[in-house]
Nanobody, 115 residues
Framework: QVQLVESGGGLVQPGGSLRLSCAAS????????MGWYRQAPGKQRELVAT???????IYADSVKGRFTISRDNAKNTVYLQMNSLKPEDTAVYYC?????????WGQGTQVTVSS
């Protein structure tokens, strides 16, 4: 059984920082792409960032320069460091391993940016 457990969400003021973690267990291949997606109320789920097993990264334009995705292959863990947070970053954040179509998903963690 594959399971992804997320942590690190919470309430933060604009301009603040949060670090999300997602640890995977089960039959996970180290070659899988890992990523973060988010969904705000009333909006479609959108890609935030992805990282390959060789650490190539892709970021949504809205988070470039503020968010950093990283991974620890030995620990099957993906991270999302979020700096300079804005109210529009408020959403449920989901980690993904193996792609959005056929991969595995975390349970989601709420990130709220508000003063």
């Amino acid at each position: 059984q594959v399971q992804l457990v997320e942590s690190g969400g919470g309430l933060v003021q604009p301009g603040g920082s949060l670090r999300l973690s997602c640890a995977a267990s089960g039959s996970i291949l180290r070659t899988y792409v890992m990523g973060w997606y988010r969904q705000a109320p009333g909006k479609q789920r959108e890609l935030v960032a992805t990282i390959s097993s060789l650490h190539n990264t892709i970021y949504a334009d809205s988070v470039k320069g503020r968010f950093t995705i990283s991974r620890d292959n030995a620990k099957n863990t993906v991270y999302l460091q979020m700096n300079s947070l804005k109210p529009e970053d408020t959403a449920v954040y989901y980690c993904n391993i193996g792609g959005a179509t056929q991969g595995y998903w975390g349970q989601g963690t709420q990130v709220t940016v508000s003063s």
